[in-house]
């Protein structure tokens, strides 16, 4: 579809970079449903190997596509930049980004260790560019949805939130002879709760309102299930505003009840329970009238239909225009990243961790939060 637009002139411009496993959901999601405010030019993928997909699946033609970015932005003027390569190329992209003056769309989570999200954190700030993490589960049309309920105030505030990934998704993993690494994604419980439970902290968030506080987390795997990396993680968060979170993933249950898209939420407010099931958003209730017992709400329309990547990349071309900081902007990201990094640290050390405390450990006590 973006094809149609290349001509567009008021369009932006911009380069992807990385063509792995998740580069199929940019090519069918996100570009077709961003092109008429920005228009791709290039693709970048260091593998030589994936030039052909890479060509096919983002409708380039052969000299559209680069094996390494700098060539790629000395040859395009672009205005940013969608990073989808592992976390530890992350900082990367990001460095070459602000040396040639472009914004940056950076898949999550921020970088493979916060050591690296600091030292992003510090150059994109003192470059004055502007930079997304695509925390796009946030921005789903259900999770929007159940965040308006909130806000709303209907039914009082939240003091209590729980949110379920139930998932059987790596189960078959255990009856490979090997298990494949994959290069710049980490192991163990940082992979775990910064590649997968980031997504959970950061909606946790959003449906507080409010910031992590303190963490403790616990990561493991059942005694079946021989693979060395743990694929549970159970993660309970005291939020700034009082209110208590608990999260579970699980990528190894026996049914898949709540997937990707299809989270389980449950919000305790003062009047009513507020659940999100499957899409689907239903209210009970024992406080009386006026409040019903059983109530169903359908989800939030928007008539431009941009959720999710599409919604952030919106956001960030609104920011450029004049428009306000949005979420997910680096710098709201940060409390999140800070507390999946000091939750698997918690499950390392067995202790609750005060985010806080943990992120100014990287900030030299010139944290930003
Ligand atoms: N938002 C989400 O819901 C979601 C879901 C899945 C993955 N992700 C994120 O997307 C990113 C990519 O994940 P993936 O599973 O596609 O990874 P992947 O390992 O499958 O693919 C990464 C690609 O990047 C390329 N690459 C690596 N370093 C590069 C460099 N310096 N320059 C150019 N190309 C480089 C590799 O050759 C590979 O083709 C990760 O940050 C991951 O956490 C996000």
């Known amino acids: 579809m973006y094809k149609e637009n290349c001509n567009m002139s008021d369009n932006l411009h911009f380069i992807h ?137 209907k039914y009082g505030p939240p003091h209590f939130v729980y949110g379920k990934l139930s998932m059987s998704s790596d189960r078959l993993l255990a009856q490979l002879p090997i298990v494949p690494t994959r290069p710049g994604h980490a192991a163990g419980p940082v992979g775990l709760i910064c590649g997968a439970s980031v997504h959970q902290i950061d909606i946790m968030r959003q449906m507080t309102g409010s910031k992590v506080k303190t963490v403790y987390a616990s990561t493991w795997n059942p005694d079946w299930y021989k693979i060395k990396d743990d694929k549970l993680a159970l993660v309970m968060m005291v ?15 026996a049914a898949t009840a709540n997937g990707w898209r299809n989270d389980y939420i449950r919000v305790e407010c003062r009047d009513a329970t507020l659940i999100l099931d499957n899409r689907k958003i239903h209210v009970i209730s024992d406080a009386g009238l006026p409040f019903e017992k059983y109530a169903e709400y359908d989800l939030l329309k928007r008539d431009d239909n941009l959720w999710e990547h599409a919604l952030l990349i919106k956001n960030l071309i609104d920011w450029r225009n004049g428009g306000n900081e949005p979420d997910c902007s680096l710098y709201d990201n940060l409390n999140s990243i800070a507390a999946a990094c000091a939750a698997a640290e918690s499950s390392i050390c067995g202790e609750a961790v005060d985010v806080g405390q943990y992120t100014a450990r990287f900030f030299g006590g010139n944290q930003p939060l």
């Open 17 to 153: 970079v990385g063509v792995g496993h998740f580069s199929n959901w940019w090519a069918d999601n996100v570009i077709p449903n961003i092109s008429g405010m920005a228009t791709l030019v290039a693709v970048v993928d260091m593998n030589p190997a994936v030039k052909e997909r890479a060509i096919k699946r983002f409708c380039m033609e052969e000299r559209q596509f680069y094996t390494d970015l700098r060539e790629a932005l000395e040859k395009n003027k672009v205005d940013f930049i969608t990073v989808a390569t592992p976390p530890a190329a992350h900082e990367s992209a990001v460095d070459l980004a602000i040396r040639f003056g472009c914004d940056i769309v950076c898949e999550k989570p921020v970088a493979d260790d916060m050591e690296s999200v600091a030292r992003i954190y510090k150059k994109v700030n003192a470059s004055g560019r502007k930079m997304i993490i695509t925390m796009n589960n946030r921005f789903s049309q259900d999770k929007q949805s159940l965040e308006a309920l909130i806000t709303s105030g």
């Open 239 to 253: 939020m700034e505003n009082g209110v208590r979170t608990v999260c579970e993933y699980s990528a190894v249950n």
